[in-house]
């Protein structure tokens, strides 16, 4: 193993170095599937002592779960960069049915959305905490957008985003509390929108730059570029259907996108390469993409995950991709 996933990439202009490979928390904390508290110990565990120093979670997942195990994880290690997001408070109230079915396992509060300069510095405040340590290094507005909210609600959320949150933000910033700030979204349209307001370290974007989609090489990705502020790719495999599965969207894919998912896979095994290690590698072809972080539920997932990210994948496979049209024409490929 060739263990690509110890290089170091700088977040923006930041002076953060992530792991090219970090780990992302929202499935080990329970995320549409039941997991143990042994199998998220193990893949956290597994995961740092393969040498992954960028670990990112958030208060939402598993209702503060995922912080619980991630500090516990971190707690008396050195050098690990760590990411958390703001917008949501825990409250001890009566969990929504179909948000406890999403997260079986998790802790017994509901969330409220609140991005007011009040509710960002609450839930900062809350996430040390849980976590247990005295410094977070990222901090990101947490699922910001229509997709989220739909148009009427989400005026009302992005306003306070944008006025009261980033300014709590901005000044935790100002006063070294933490080194970078952005948000922590599904939709690349919010952090197109949200440069029109603040100076943005970095942007965690889920799914949408992928290789199954490159729609934002076209706006989002050259805005960023020249505004210096760096990319965080979750959700390379698009929500399972780059990984075995049929979900896209964190729903059923519908069937243009699972025929183009599978056209890709035919290409990958062509080459003799697995899709889902094409689908871990292929973002960090973009400059400002600092690092890629799948999920994993158990030691077992984030040894695959590894191995995966490390596979040696043929320049051929790219440019054959790109040759039948299933990579957008603008973006680029793996050198």
């Known amino acids: ?34 997991v143990s508290n042994h199998d998220i110990k193990h893949a956290i565990k597994s995961g740092l002592d393969a040498g992954i120093e960028f670990v990112d979670t958030a208060p939402f997942y598993g209702f503060g779960r995922s912080e619980h195990f991630v500090g516990a994880g971190i707690r008396d290690r050195d050098n690990i960069i760590l990411s958390t997001k703001a917008g949501r408070l825990m409250k001890k109230q009566p969990i929504p049915a179909d948000l406890a079915a999403d997260w079986p396992g998790s802790f017994p509060f509901n969330t409220v959305y609140d991005y007011t300069y009040d509710g960002v510095m609450r839930s900062y405040e809350d996430s040390m905490q849980r976590l247990g340590v005295d410094k977070i290094n990222v901090l990101l507005l947490h699922d910001i957008g229509e997709m989220q909210h739909g148009p009427e609600l989400n005026k009302r ?12 933000l901005d000044e935790l910033r100002s006063a070294g509390e933490i080194e970078a700030i952005g948000l922590g979204v599904n939709e690349r349209e919010v952090c197109i929108a ?11 974007l889920a799914g949408r730059y992928t290789l199954l989609e490159q729609t934002p090489i076209h706006d989002l990705l050259p805005a960023c570029e020249k505004a210096g502020t760096g990319i965080i790719l979750g959700g390379p495999y698009n929500s399972g259907i780059l990984a075995g599965g049929d979900t896209w969207n964190y729903a059923k894919a519908p069937n243009e ?10 290409v990958c095994k062509s080459h003799g390469v697995n899709l889902s290690a094409a689908a871990l590698q292929y973002p960090l072809s973009c400059s400002i993409v600092a690092s890629v972080i799948p999920g994993a539920r158990s030691e077992a997932e984030m040894k695959q995950n590894l191995e995966w990210f490390n596979t040696s994948i043929p320049a051929s496979l790219w ?3 790109r040759n039948e049209k299933l990579l957008d024409d603008k973006a680029p490929i793996p050198a």
């Open 1 to 34: 193993m060739n263990n690509r996933h110890l290089q170091k990439r700088q977040l923006g202009q930041t002076g953060l170095q992530l792991s090219a490979l970090g780990l992302g928390c929202a499935a080990m904390a329970g995320n549409h599937r039941p």
């Open 157 to 168: 959320l992005f306003a306070d985003a944008m006025s009261g949150g980033y300014k709590a």
């Open 194 to 204: 949200a440069m029109e307001h603040g100076q943005w370290d970095a942007f965690l």
């Open 257 to 266: 996108v699972m025929q183009k998912a599978q056209a890709i896979a035919r």
């Open 319 to 321: 440019s054959d991709l």
